[in-house]
Nanobody, 120 residues
Framework: QVQLVESGGGLVQPGGALRLSCTAS????????MSWYRQAPGKERELVAA????????NYADSVKGRFTISRDNAKNTVALEMSSLKPEDTAVYYC?????????????WGQGTQVTVSS
């Protein structure tokens, strides 16, 4: 059974920092692209950061470049998102995502989401 379990969300002041973590199980973690998405109220879900398997090429949304860092530990089946210099517009539910192949099929899995609120 595939599971993606996020942790680390919460309330933080503007300019602050927060670390999100996602622990995965039930699939071949190291071969999957692991990503963080977010969805703010009334907005579409958007890609925040992605880290490809087997070598770890990374991709960031322009809005978070230089402030957020994605990392993964293939030995522990975890992916993290270090967020700094947080802004109110970073407020959203953040989702962990895994995308890859299961046999010949492209599949993706989602975590349940964790709330990040940036407010004074």
């Amino acid at each position: 059974q595939v599971q993606l379990v996020e942790s680390g969300g919460g309330l933080v002041q503007p300019g602050g920092a927060l670390r999100l973590s996602c622990t995965a199980s039930g699939f071949s973690f190291s071969s999957y692209t692991m990503s963080w998405y977010r969805q703010a109220p009334g907005k579409e879900r958007e890609l925040v950061a992605a880290k490809y398997g087997f070598g770890g090429v990374t991709n960031y949304a322009d809005s978070v470049k230089g402030r957020f860092t994605i990392s993964r530990d293939n030995a522990k089946n975890t992916v993290a998102l270090e967020m700094s210099s947080l802004k109110p517009e970073d407020t959203a539910v953040y989702y962990c995502n895994a995308a890859g192949y299961s046999g010949d099929n492209v599949v993706q899995y989602w975590g349940q989401g964790t709330q990040v609120t940036v407010s004074s």
